[in-house]
């Protein structure tokens, strides 16, 4: 008696022409499987002026300026509970901006709070303007 062979299962495209691994996109793949170990790198965008200021992270104990990065933009001025003003700046070379005391960023960056602040002022009038 013979063995019985076995025939291989080809999928098949939309059109009905069978589908090899070398055929099949990557998209397709990683639409299929939604559990997969691929890293996203997806940047959000940052906004200027948030309303949506609930999720600051914690002021770092050794701040950007002294691991020697520079300002791309200052996003906000925020103060917390004791009354300490901070500023949200992004550093460059860093995915998530932080947050600076304003008396430092007043002796590293001078010349970028004037224009913030004019900037600042502009969107709040905006705001009360609506």
Known sequence: MEPATRKRKTPFSQDNKPVTKRTCTLSTKLTKSPNSTLIQTV???????????????????????ERGYQVEVILDMVQNSHKEQFLYIKFKDLHEPELVPLELALDRVPHLLSAFYQEYVQAWEKLEQQ
């Open 43 to 65: 940047k959000r965008p940052l906004k200027k002026f948030s309303s949506d200021l609930s999720n600051l992270p914690p002021v770092p104990a050794v701040d950007a300026f």
